[in-house]
């Protein structure tokens, strides 16, 4: 039985063990401008719009040269609904735009557009993270966790973080939902990418139905 699990766990990774960021073409790292593109990118999945359509607006925007808090301020409002009519982010463009703008305008100020300094001013303390991320325009408690369960790649201090999506998508597995037995399934390094398929197995049946299958085509 803990084999199965075992390769369950890594049967999930190895088909949606992708994270939004990589989708997105953010080469995630401890530097301000791959975090405030999952900043972007955070903001963009808290919509009720698609993941898919978020993730192909947030490559819009970053081809457009909006890595950056600054480069998002320098773009006119327009430039912002343009980048995200691209992406097919229609419904919520304009109200988005908005918020994009407002939110690079407060990770500048207070932030100096550096999100080391909000991690910095948190400590270790997860609580105080999801506090000032929901500070941000248009990222609410959701939103928090879907940043959080990102940036644990690389603020290895957070991990690891399991939001209730993600333990939604353990219990549709039957694995466990403890942050320490996961990370005992497929290591440390891996539960990003777990905590990413896990989010995909709540939301997609079918995701759920496609890795039993794999695991038993194993057995």
Request: charged fraction near 25%.
């Amino acid at each position: 039985m803990g084999d199965r699990i075992q390769e369950t766990a890594r049967a999930a990774v190895r088909r949606y063990g992708r994270t939004y960021a990589e989708e997105a073409g953010i080469q995630l790292g401890d530097r301000p401008a791959p975090l405030y593109q999952l900043l972007v990118l955070t903001t963009l999945l808290s919509t009720r719009i698609s993941a898919t359509i978020a993730v192909a607006a947030a490559r819009e925007l970053f081809a457009a040269g909006y890595r950056t808090a600054p480069a998002m301020l320098a773009a006119s409002w327009q430039d912002r609904v343009d980048a995200l009519g691209r992406g097919h982010y229609k419904r919520y463009d304009e109200r988005t735009a908005t918020m994009l703008g407002n939110a690079a305008e407060l990770c500048q100020e207070r932030w100096h557009g550096d999100l080391r300094r909000l991690h910095r001013e948190a400590g270790s303390d997860v609580r105080a993270l999801r506090r000032l991320l929901t500070e941000f325009p248009g990222i609410g408690p959701t939103g928090a966790d879907i940043f959080l369960r990102e940036v644990q790649v690389v603020w290895t201090d957070v991990a690891p973080y399991l939001d209730r999506k993600v333990v939604s998508g353990a219990k549709r597995l039957d694995l466990p939902a403890s942050g320490e037995r996961l990370s005992a399934l497929v290591g440390q390094d891996d539960v990003p990418r777990l905590a990413s398929a896990l989010v995909r197995v709540s939301i997609d049946a079918k995701a759920a139905e496609g890795v039993r299958a794999e695991v038993s085509g194993r057995s």
